[in-house]
């Protein structure tokens, strides 16, 4: 009804104006060098965001926040060639669970890429990991999984430490949940990293890392309608990959 579209976009309007508030509070904490604060303010706003419609899919302000942050918190280190061939994959989560679709099909990609090595690297997992998640990761002849977050520090230390991981691998693919800002940290300066893959696993909704990504992984065409329309993504730094998903096994005949 006319009534309900305006309640809707009643509040889609308040919801904005939150995020908004917090968008420019990490503003002013990045003008006056508080970057912990200014990072911790982004992360905020993107969970209103990703919780509560605000019209938006991504935010090139606040991804400019994080990208200045890194910047300006990245040790001087020489320029990175890129890679002939791609065969050490560090692959960067925000957490791992023992049941959901997410998780299962990571390893279900690292089983198929069998000839590569593949390390996983969590930015803020609670809890312990399961242990499928230790074996496919241990059998594809990866390092052990790390957990930053069990580190001393904060996300700009966690970033930092991502960051030094990276520098061993030919390319890194993140499949972390939206509003996690440590790899946009760690991945400000593209020419002193691999290359960075991004698998849009929530396309219908708010999240960061445009601003670090190489190429756009989506998973339907309404994702790879919203990458380049609502995302800001230019449509050659996407691609369309079918969700990988677990074999059926049949304990019966027909």
């Known amino acids: 009804t006319g009534e309900g579209s305006l309640e809707q976009a009643a509040r ?110 969590l930015t803020q997992h609670r809890g312990p990991t399961p242990d499928f998640v230790h074996t496919v990761f241990k059998e594809s002849g990866g390092r052990k999984v790390e957990q930053l977050n069990h580190r001393p520090g904060g996300q700009l230390d966690w970033a930092k430490r991502l960051r030094e991981i990276a520098k061993d691998f030919d390319l890194v693919i993140l499949h972390t949940h939206c509003e996690d ?7 400000a300066d593209a020419s002193k990293h691999p290359p960075v893959l991004v698998l849009n696993h929530a396309d219908h909704i708010f999240w960061y890392g445009t601003s670090v990504c190489h190429l756009s992984i989506n998973l339907r065409d309404a994702a790879q309608d919203l990458a380049a329309t609502r995302r800001g993504i230019a449509p050659e730094r996407t691609i369309l990959m079918p969700t990988l998903a677990e074999s059926i096994v049949r304990t019966r005949t027909r």
């Open 12 to 121: 889609i309007k308040r919801n904005f104006e939150e995020f908004e508030h917090y968008a420019n509070r990490a503003e002013t904490h990045l003008a006056k060098g508080e970057f912990a604060a200014a990072a911790a303010h982004c992360a905020i706003a993107s969970h209103i965001a990703t919780q509560n419609h605000c019209g938006i899919f991504w935010s090139p302000r606040l991804e400019k926040v994080l990208n200045d942050i890194g910047r300006r918190t990245e040790t001087k280190g020489v320029l990175r060639a890129r890679p002939t061939e791609f065969r050490r994959i560090l692959q960067v989560c925000t957490q791992v669970s023992a049941v959901g679709g997410h998780t299962k099909m990571l390893c279900q990609w690292v089983k198929a890429d069998s000839s590569r090595e593949h390390t996983l690297v």
């Open 181 to 187: 800002v440590v790899p946009l940290i760690a991945f």
